[in-house]
């Protein structure tokens, strides 16, 4: 039987482990904000208005290279003769001006009137786990320099985006509590090792923020906004997540995971082809599909009109079928 010393002690070690465990935690989330902050910076956005230029917003944007170029959210500057000022936190007043909008990834690219900047490391999504400390820098309400932390809450999250009448869902969503709020579009979502893994993108209630991830497929949409100021891709009208295959799949395509197709859009090239959802879709275009990102990777301007033989699980059914990829219009 412990004695009242004993337990006392017993107590008094596990506050001094909390402690060493938040301390810790401080410490984590201190030297992000120390590494990457200076990445961040707060976007004034104005338009072309009949007494000149007014304001039109607000958002955050990270700096992709030394020479000026930034990443945001496509919302935060869509809009014609968006153009305004990016405040750093060295006190450094920049004008930008756009280089290209992606309404369909909710990204855009924009090019500041100065060099020297201290581009932030780039990570990749597809390697974060549910649980996973989260850091988000960004400028709510016109606070440059915020810095809210928290978690991964879920992976494998859409997102509707819009162009004109054309809805593509942005796939892979990440979702956190990290606090977000407005302002904090286009700013960093950063992992433990400093590295960006996530565009912030929406506020979807208290306790609940939206990224969009950085991975393969976003680093050829910012390539592309770079280079020829848009982003000309294939569509099929599907919305997908991740889901693993059941065991007798994997002993038949020798893989673990498919792409679950999760809504159909009406009309589109999906479902003249014959997708439903929950269709498991494995193999497009003589490819294996294992990931969300194998199916974008697919949907380039050569796939547009080019038919696309596409191989999916349908409860117990495998089938063959057909689609014909047409260009998104935004």
Not at 27 to 41: D, G, I, K, L, Q
Not at 244 to 254: D, W
Not at 256 to 263: C, D, K, R
Not at 276 to 295: F, K, N, P, S, Y
Request: glycine letters at 12%; proline letters at 5%; hydrophobic letters at 45%.
């Amino acid at each position: 039987m412990s004695t009242t010393a004993e337990r006392f002690s017993e107590d008094a070690a596990a506050e001094r482990r909390e402690a060493e465990a938040l301390d810790a935690y401080s410490r984590v989330v201190v030297e992000v904000a120390e590494r990457v902050a200076p990445s961040v910076a707060n976007l004034r956005v104005m338009r072309r208005g009949r007494g000149g230029q007014v304001p039109a917003g607000a958002g955050s944007a990270v700096a992709l290279s030394p020479d000026g170029f930034l990443l945001t959210s496509a919302h935060v500057v869509a809009g014609p003769g968006r153009t305004g000022r990016a405040t750093f936190v060295d006190g450094r007043e920049l004008s930008w001006r756009v280089v290209g909008v992606d309404r369909m990834s909710d990204l855009a690219v924009l090019r500041a009137d100065g060099d020297a900047l201290a581009p932030a490391a780039l990570g990749e999504a597809e390697k974060l786990r549910v649980g996973q400390l989260v850091v988000a820098i960004g400028n709510p309400n016109g606070f440059a320099g915020s810095v809210t932390a928290g978690v991964v809450s879920a992976l494998g999250r859409s997102l509707p985006a819009r162009a004109g009448r054309t809805v593509r869902h942005i796939d892979n969503v990440i979702q956190t509590d990290a606090a977000l709020n407005p302002g904090n579009s286009g700013g960093a979502l950063v992992d433990s090792s400093a590295r960006v893994i996530g565009i912030n993108t929406a506020v979807a209630g208290v306790g609940l923020g939206l990224a969009g991830p950085i991975n393969a497929a976003t680093r050829q949409i910012v390539g592309a906004l770079m280079r020829d100021g848009r982003v000309r891709r294939a569509w099929i009208g599907i919305a997908a997540g991740p889901r693993p295959l059941p065991p007798h799949a994997r002993v038949r395509v020798g893989r673990s995971a498919g792409v679950e197709i999760i809504e159909v859009s009406a009309g589109s090239p999906a479902q003249r082809g014959g997708l439903r959802a929950e269709d498991l879709i494995v193999e497009l275009d003589g490819h294996a599909i294992e990931r969300v990102d194998d199916v974008q990777r697919a949907m380039t301007h050569e796939a547009i009109g080019r038919p696309m033989p596409i191989r999916v699980l349908r409860g117990d059914r495998w089938l063959d079928l057909e689609v014909s990829p047409v260009e998104l219009a935004e």
